[in-house]
């Protein structure tokens, strides 16, 4: 090779290997290990706004937080957090879950949103016959049972009582009590076969026969009816809680009704004696929610019930206490865009996945090439003996000579070695089946999916740098939160001879502030409180006050009793606490007289009274110091020419 050659393919040797390492630009490296300035850009830009410490949002105080990300998820290899089974386990969950969005053919699936959204508009209400008939049937048996659902559907047909064909025929367990009445229902409440054929059907008419995993249906149609819209209340609740002062939560509510009716706001009566106090600070209002979202019926259905906006329903009972409702606002029913994400995300993880799942695995077979081998059923026949079908079968390694190829997809090659493998984990997982053939069917269908899919998945995070920084950084996450668990929390909350030191150290800190044990009473007009303090000079006691000046119906008073940081909001604003009966204290919403019963001098908390919060401060403390260890076990070396570099490109 002559020298003018050689210079030349040196040269272009250099040119190639630059451009290829200038996204691959290492900004620094921990003992030896490389961690590129692409990954830095890319935190930076999409946590910045996260960070709230100013001295921390330039490149150099964020690089600080930066270093200190990646030596916790250097350590927590180090420890091989990385092997624990929980770690793995949700990981491929999480791999799963982002992957369907890169893996699911977009026209199907979007396709399938479309048609989803369209039924979602209305319910359906229904009542349907069933014939029971297992998947795994023998073919005689599923030819019985079809015709009998078709005999069936003809009478329905002919105009025979179909409630009566219900009696007389269907196997759904309680048919005879239920009548076969499905209710009203819509898109994603039942399974897709069985939507498909509800909304295939139009009112009055027999669908045509279906079949699902529990055997053959038809189905009548009574009725079909615009979905019921987002709506958004506020309430007023008292706990149905027996350990409370309050010994009728009924009563007080009563009472709290009776205020709104006589005039007083249901934001000023929500604010002072909602005992839900996540939304009694905002005046009673619940986040906005649609049929279902509650998981509360009795609720839902009296919140439903109000007609108007603005409308208050008398006080009613749910499972979790009494409630004060007002319909503040019915939504329109969301557009298209507005539901997508949503409705993506069901399409890509239920029951119509199957259909998803085929285009989108001959899109992989297509783009990356799919040969197809040797049968699986006659040797898995014979090497597969029935104690399957009790779940009972032993895997024997298949010889080399006999191991051979199912498909190849890409570089991959299946063998039958990789199905019997995965047969013998499968078995104790599945359902029963009676039939060897139908039972591996369904195994080497999913099987074969199976394998596609994670073959595109581990393709994904080599070739697609976005799928490869998002499964990155959720990676890292999960890491961190375990080795911070680990030697951090768990720490914290177990080592109690370490606590408590903290605690006598700081407890300086924990101080309760002047407090009152005391009765504060609440009257919306002046001249009822004037009587109240009058009453209490004279004597009297709450009960009797109350007797005295709530009479008729009629609420004119409300009584909190208990012991109040001086600052707490139940007491009065700028009160003073002197023993006895306090002057009048006028707010916007009501009128307040306190009974001050005893004055509690400021003191330091026990620890037991603020453990929470010191186990949070010693937490902190702790991570300090192990912050420091972890900076002085690894060597931490910065590239302060690629460091400039990206000063200058985030500058601009």
Same mark, same amino acid.
Do not use: C
């Given at each position: 090779?002559?020298?003018?050659?050689?210079?030349?393919?040196?040269?272009? #040797? =250099?040119?190639?290997?630059?451009?290829?390492?200038?996204?691959?630009?290492?900004?620094?490296?921990?003992?030896?290990?490389?961690?590129?300035? =692409?990954?830095?850009?890319?935190?930076?830009?999409?946590?910045?706004?996260?960070?709230?410490?100013?001295?921390?949002?330039?490149?150099?105080?964020?690089?600080?937080?930066?270093?200190?990300?990646?030596?916790?998820?250097?350590?927590?290899?180090?420890?091989? @957090?990385?092997?624990? %089974?929980?770690?793995?386990?949700?990981?491929?969950?999480?791999?799963?879950?982002?992957?369907? !969005?890169?893996?699911?053919?977009?026209?199907?699936?979007?396709?399938?949103?479309?048609?989803?959204?369209?039924?979602? #508009?209305?319910?359906?209400?229904?009542?349907?016959?069933?014939?029971?008939?297992?998947?795994?049937?023998?073919?005689?048996?599923?030819?019985?049972?079809?015709?009998?659902?078709?005999?069936?559907?003809?009478?329905?047909? !002919?105009?025979?009582?179909?409630?009566?064909?219900?009696?007389?025929?269907?196997?759904?367990?309680?048919?005879?009590?239920?009548?076969?009445?499905?209710?009203?229902?819509?898109?994603?409440?039942?399974?897709?076969?069985?939507?498909?054929?509800? *909304?295939?059907?139009?009112?009055?008419?027999?669908?045509?026969?279906?079949?699902?995993?529990?055997?053959?249906?038809?189905?009548? &149609? /009574?009725?079909?009816?615009?979905?019921?819209?987002?709506?958004?209340? =506020?309430?007023?609740?008292?706990?149905?809680?027996?350990?409370?002062?309050?010994? /009728?939560?009924?009563?007080?509510?009563?009472?709290?009704?009776?205020?709104?009716?006589?005039? %007083?706001?249901?934001?000023?009566?929500?604010?002072?004696?909602?005992?839900?106090?996540?939304?009694?600070?905002?005046?009673?209002?619940?986040?906005?929610?649609?049929?279902?979202?509650?998981?509360?019926?009795?609720?839902?259905?009296?919140?439903? =019930?109000?007609?108007?906006?603005?409308?208050?329903?008398?006080? &009613?009972?749910?499972?979790?206490?009494?409630?004060?409702?007002?319909?503040?606002?019915?939504?329109?029913?969301?557009?298209?865009?507005?539901?997508?994400?949503? &409705?993506?995300?069901?399409?890509?993880?239920?029951?119509?996945?199957?259909?998803?799942?085929?285009?989108?695995?001959?899109?992989?077979?297509?783009?990356?090439?799919?040969?197809?081998?040797?049968?699986?059923?006659?040797?898995?026949?014979?090497?597969?003996?029935?104690?399957?079908?009790?779940?009972?079968?032993?895997?024997?390694?298949?010889?080399?000579?006999?191991?051979?190829? @199912?498909?190849?997809?890409?570089?991959?090659?299946?063998?039958?070695?990789?199905?019997?493998?995965?047969?013998?984990?499968?078995?104790?997982?599945?359902?029963?089946?009676?039939?060897?053939?139908?039972?591996?069917?369904?195994?080497?269908?999913?099987?074969?999916?199976?394998?596609?899919?994670?073959?595109?998945?581990?393709?994904?995070?080599?070739?697609?740098?976005?799928?490869?920084?998002?499964?990155?950084?959720?990676?890292?996450?999960?890491?961190?939160?375990?080795?911070?668990?680990?030697? &951090?929390?768990?720490?914290?909350?177990?080592?109690?001879?370490?606590?408590?030191?903290?605690?006598?150290?700081?407890?300086?800190?924990?101080?309760?502030?002047?407090?009152?044990?005391?009765?504060?009473?609440?009257?919306?007009?002046?001249?009822?409180?004037?009587?109240?303090?009058?009453?209490?000079?004279?004597?009297?006691?709450?009960?009797?006050?109350?007797?005295?000046?709530?009479?008729?119906?009629?609420?004119?008073?409300?009584?909190?009793?208990?012991? *109040?940081?001086?600052?707490?909001?139940?007491?009065?604003?700028?009160?003073?606490?002197?023993?006895?009966?306090? $002057?009048?204290?006028?707010?916007?919403?009501?009128?307040?007289?306190? /009974?001050?019963?005893?004055?509690?001098?400021?003191? !330091?908390?026990?620890?037991?009274?603020?453990?929470?919060?010191?186990?949070?401060? *010693?937490?902190?403390?702790?991570?300090?110091?192990?912050?420091?260890?972890?900076?002085?076990?690894? $060597?931490?070396?910065?590239?302060?020419?690629?460091?400039?570099?990206?000063? $200058?490109?985030?500058?601009?």
């Amino acid at each position: 090779m002559n020298t003018k050659y050689l210079t030349l393919l040196l040269l272009f #040797l =250099s040119i190639i290997t630059a451009n290829s390492q200038k996204n691959k630009e290492v900004l620094l490296t921990i003992n030896d290990t490389p961690v590129y300035a =692409s990954e830095f850009k890319t935190v930076f830009k999409k946590n910045l706004d996260l960070v709230l410490e100013e001295s921390q949002k330039d490149v150099d105080g964020y690089l600080e937080l930066f270093i200190d990300y990646k030596l916790k998820v250097t350590e927590a290899y180090a420890q091989g @957090l990385d092997k624990n %089974e929980e770690y793995i386990k949700e990981f491929a969950k999480y791999q799963d879950q982002l992957s369907q !969005n890169y893996i699911y053919d977009k026209r199907v699936t979007s396709k399938l949103v479309s048609e989803a959204y369209e039924r979602g #508009l209305e319910e359906i209400n229904a009542d349907h016959i069933l014939i029971l008939i297992n998947l795994n049937a023998s073919a005689q048996d599923t030819l019985k049972a079809y015709n009998k659902i078709k005999s069936v559907r003809e009478k329905a047909i !002919n105009g025979e009582d179909f409630e009566k064909l219900v009696i007389d025929y269907s196997e759904e367990p309680g048919a005879k009590k239920t009548l076969g009445k499905l209710g009203y229902f819509s898109v994603f409440g039942m399974l897709y076969e069985f939507e498909n054929a509800a *909304y295939n059907t139009e009112v009055g008419e027999i669908s045509e026969i279906t079949r699902t995993d529990y055997g053959y249906h038809i189905l009548k &149609i /009574n009725d079909r009816r615009k979905k019921k819209p987002m709506i958004n209340v =506020s309430h007023i609740m008292i706990f149905s809680n027996k350990d409370a002062k309050e010994a /009728n939560p009924e009563e007080k509510i009563n009472e709290l009704y009776a205020m709104i009716m006589q005039g %007083e706001t249901f934001e000023s009566i929500a604010k002072q004696f909602s005992e839900d106090k996540a939304t009694g600070v905002k005046g009673g209002t619940i986040k906005t929610f649609g049929p279902g979202d509650l998981r509360a019926p009795l609720f839902e259905d009296a919140a439903y =019930s109000i007609k108007e906006e603005g409308e208050i329903l008398q006080p &009613i009972e749910s499972s979790f206490g009494w409630h004060i409702i007002r319909l503040n606002k019915v939504y329109p029913i969301p557009t298209f865009e507005e539901l997508k994400p949503e &409705i993506e995300k069901k399409v890509t993880s239920g029951a119509r996945v199957r259909v998803v799942t085929q285009a989108t695995n001959n899109k992989i077979m297509l783009e990356y090439g799919y040969q197809e081998g040797e049968s699986y059923w006659p040797y898995f026949n014979e090497y597969v003996s029935d104690s399957i079908l009790k779940k009972k079968w032993e895997y024997v390694p298949i010889p080399k000579n006999e191991d051979k190829a @199912l498909f190849t997809i890409g570089d991959l090659e299946v063998r039958y070695s990789d199905f019997a493998k995965f047969t013998f984990k499968k078995q104790e997982l599945s359902k029963t089946y009676k039939s060897k053939e139908r039972l591996f069917v369904d195994f080497y269908e999913e099987f074969k999916n199976n394998t596609i899919k994670e073959f595109y998945k581990n393709k994904l995070e080599v070739e697609n740098e976005e799928y490869a920084a998002v499964l990155s950084e959720y990676r890292n996450g999960l890491l961190i939160y375990d080795v911070m668990k680990k030697n &951090i929390w768990e720490v914290a909350k177990t080592d109690s001879i370490g606590l408590q030191k903290y605690y006598e150290g700081t407890k300086s800190n924990y101080t309760w502030k002047q407090r009152v044990d005391a009765d504060v009473i609440s009257a919306p007009k002046a001249a009822n409180a004037e009587q109240v303090r009058t009453l209490l000079l004279n004597g009297e006691n709450i009960e009797e006050i109350k007797d005295q000046l709530n009479t008729e119906g009629k609420i004119n008073v409300i009584v909190l009793q208990g012991v *109040y940081e001086i600052d707490q909001k139940e007491l009065p604003e700028n009160f003073n606490a002197v023993l006895g009966v306090s $002057k009048i204290y006028n707010t916007e919403d009501s009128n307040i007289v306190v /009974n001050v019963k005893e004055i509690l001098s400021p003191t !330091n908390k026990e620890l037991e009274e603020v453990k929470g919060l010191v186990i949070s401060k *010693y937490q902190t403390k702790i991570e300090e110091d192990w912050m420091k260890e972890l900076k002085n076990k690894y $060597k931490v070396v910065i590239n302060k020419k690629v460091l400039k570099k990206i000063k $200058k490109q985030l500058a601009n």
